[in-house]
């Protein structure tokens, strides 16, 4: 992988270097003594999430594929939440079976006992050959309750409420599943819909949200959205391919954090860093992770 372009490098060494500045200047006038390691703390770690699991490398939404990031330390692993028929909790990112599974059909048109007779990774072994492993062969679509009782508290989840309207109820049920495996500080909500993630900030004040936006032309956003955003939200999510520097430094500035989605090529992730995203959705999280350690080489 090419080193991280040197003006990054530069932007960070005088960054620091004024922070640095500015926090002795603070604590000649105050008189206030400060731990020296405090300088230089590692707050604005970047977040690696896996998006549908490691889904570059198995298929997408199975445990497999979130047991392959976690073990890639994925920071969050992510997640597709729908309603079966019958008021289950499933992850699948579509709503119908007929992509990924064997089946057709829409999910919510189908009970937890029909899905589980479903093969959720033959398609995968078949469309990406280079990657493809018996033990995916009749992988699962999993429950959120399978998810929590394979992980626990040992990893953090990016939970995404689909289609909310299409599934009254959802966020009821996950936040009694969250509320049941008690994961509050390990979880976290995105949705498209705003009414969604407002009621789960009416149950949790401290819970973090994030706003999801999909762009079909190059992105922009008000203050006024971001302002509007601010007041339920702690960030937003956003397709990365219509964003530029210029919107994640507004978006920065209105203190919301941006985590755009799915980047998977790391000249790209290297050129979100270099706009100072806080972290971004892959389908390849030890490619990132690469990424990230060689951001942390060449940092002052």
């Known amino acids: 992988m090419k080193k991280m372009q040197i003006s990054r490098i530069h932007y960070f060494t005088l960054h620091g270097l004024l922070l640095v500045m500015l926090a002795f200047i603070i604590l000649w006038f105050s008189g206030t003594e400060i731990p020296i390691h405090l300088l230089f703390s590692n707050d604005n770690k970047v977040t690696t999430i896996g998006h549908r699991g490691a889904s570059g490398y198995a298929p997408e939404c199975t445990l497999a594929s979130y047991q392959l990031a976690v073990r890639m330390q994925a920071d969050y692993i992510e997640l597709d939440l729908q309603l079966t028929k019958d008021g289950e909790v499933i992850i699948l990112h579509d709503d119908t079976v007929d992509r990924t599974t064997n089946g057709s059909g829409y999910v919510n048109q189908l009970t937890l006992a029909q899905l589980k007779t479903l093969d959720a990774g033959s398609w995968f072994n078949q469309k ?13 679509v999993p429950t959120l309750i399978e998810v929590f009782e ?21 966020e009821e049920k996950v936040w ?29 004040n401290e819970i973090q949200l994030f706003q999801l936006f999909w762009y079909n032309y190059p992105a ?9 955003v601010k007041s339920y939200a702690n960030g937003i999510g956003v397709n990365f391919l219509m964003i530029n520097e210029n919107y994640v430094h507004k978006v920065k500035n209105a203190q919301l954090l941006i985590y755009p989605y799915t980047v998977n090529y790391q000249v790209n992730m290297e050129r979100a860093m270099n706009w100072g995203v806080d972290g971004l959705h892959t389908d390849y999280p030890d490619r990132f992770k690469e990424v990230i350690e060689q951001f942390n080489d060449n940092a002052p």
């Not at 990406?128 to 699962?140: G, H, L, Q, T």
């Not at 009694?176 to 949790?204: C, G, M, P, Y």
């Open 176 to 204: 009694e599943l969250i509320e049941q495996f008690q994961l509050h500080d390990h979880v976290a909500i995105q949705s498209f819909s705003s009414d969604s993630l407002k009621k789960f900030r009416e149950w949790d």
């Open 220 to 228: 922009s956003i008000t203050n006024t959205k971001l302002e509007q």
């Open 128 to 140: 990406y050959p280079i990657y493809a492993r018996n033990e995916y062969v009749n992988e699962k």
């Open 150 to 170: 394979a992980f626990g508290n040992s990893t953090k989840y990016m939970l995404e409420t689909k289609s909310p309207s299409d599934n009254p109820g959802l």
